[in-house]
């Protein structure tokens, strides 16, 4: 991953963002969600290419002793090389510096592939949502809740 830059994005990589969001998935992101985790200060980090391109990101929200993980995509040009673990690993290093006890996340019952990730990161189901996220045809989709305990210093 020496290829890569870890930095902290802002208002100026909304646009970027969006266009990675609109890449991958099919209920993305709005402009305004982006915005109001950046003005409620959210850690907002991303992965830049040496060329600079966005690669992926993740926003992460503090939530008493945890962190939630609201957001964590990798751009379809960079996804099946590694981009969404070393995004984990840096996510995993900033909980661990804000000294909470555990990362909590919500994924899509549908979304196999980022299951299998998150649990080969150590993330386990710890429930579920029922009809948490919109699908298509004005339906909902149930959502798996995952966790992953945090090794205390």
């Not at 957001?71 to 590694?82: E, I, K, P, S, T």
């Amino acid at each position: 991953m020496s290829d890569y830059t870890f930095c902290q994005l802002g208002f100026a990589d909304v646009d970027e963002m969006l266009a990675v969001e609109e890449q991958v998935y099919s209920h993305p992101w709005t402009r305004g969600n982006f915005l109001d985790s950046m003005y409620s200060g959210h850690a907002v980090y991303g992965l830049r290419s040496k060329l600079q391109n966005l690669s992926g990101y993740f926003i992460l929200m503090p939530v008493v002793d945890e962190m939630h993980l609201l957001n964590l995509a990798v751009a379809a040009d960079f996804q099946r090389q590694g981009i969404a673990r070393c995004l984990l690993d840096k996510m995993n290093a900033y909980a661990v510096e804000q000294n909470v006890s555990s990362i909590l996340l919500e994924v899509r019952l549908s979304n196999q592939r980022a299951i299998d990730v998150y649990q080969r990161y150590g993330f386990v189901e710890i429930g579920r949502r029922k009809a948490y996220y919109p699908a298509l045809d004005g339906a909902r989709e149930d959502a798996i809740v995952m966790r992953k305990e945090l090794c205390c210093p």
